[in-house]
């Protein structure tokens, strides 16, 4: 599977962006997508997942209430939905796949076996 994330850009805070992480070479459906994020000098956290076959999404605290993820599989692609940014939800954004993936791993980056490469999202204040 191949990951392209992209979407990612400078906006303000309060701002509004849509990540889109297309998926390449293998049955999309069945995949869990995770989207997780690096901002610097900080570990790369848990953003947001959704499980194989468009079942429930997660999110962490810190985004509840401000991203939605989504996904269209005849598209092969999930999408991030980020709105009332903040400045520190400035980070690198990665989208990450493992194929049916169950609820306990999706917070977990060693649960994916596929990463895209990134995407910079800065929120200035």
């Known amino acids: 599977v191949q990951l392209q994330a992209s979407g990612g850009g400078l906006v303000q805070t309060g701002g509004s962006l849509r990540l889109s992480c297309a998926a390449s070479?293998?049955?999309?459906?069945?995949?869990?997508m995770g989207w997780f994020r690096q901002a610097p000098g900080k570990e790369r956290e848990f953003v947001a997942a959704?499980?194989?076959?468009?079942?429930?999404?997660y999110y962490a605290d810190s985004v509840k209430g401000r991203f939605t993820s989504s996904r269209d599989n005849a598209k092969n692609t999930v999408y991030l939905r980020m709105n009332d940014l903040k400045p520190e939800d400035t980070a690198v954004y990665y989208c990450?796949?493992?194929?049916?993936?169950?609820?306990?791993?999706?917070?977990?980056?060693?649960?994916?076996?596929?990463w895209g490469q990134g995407t910079q999202v800065t929120v200035s204040s």
């Open positions: 959704m499980i194989w076959g468009g079942g429930s999404t």
């Open positions: 990450a796949a493992r194929e049916y993936l169950t609820p306990g791993g999706v917070y977990d980056q060693r649960s994916y076996d596929y």
């Open positions: 070479g293998r049955t999309f459906s069945s995949y869990a």
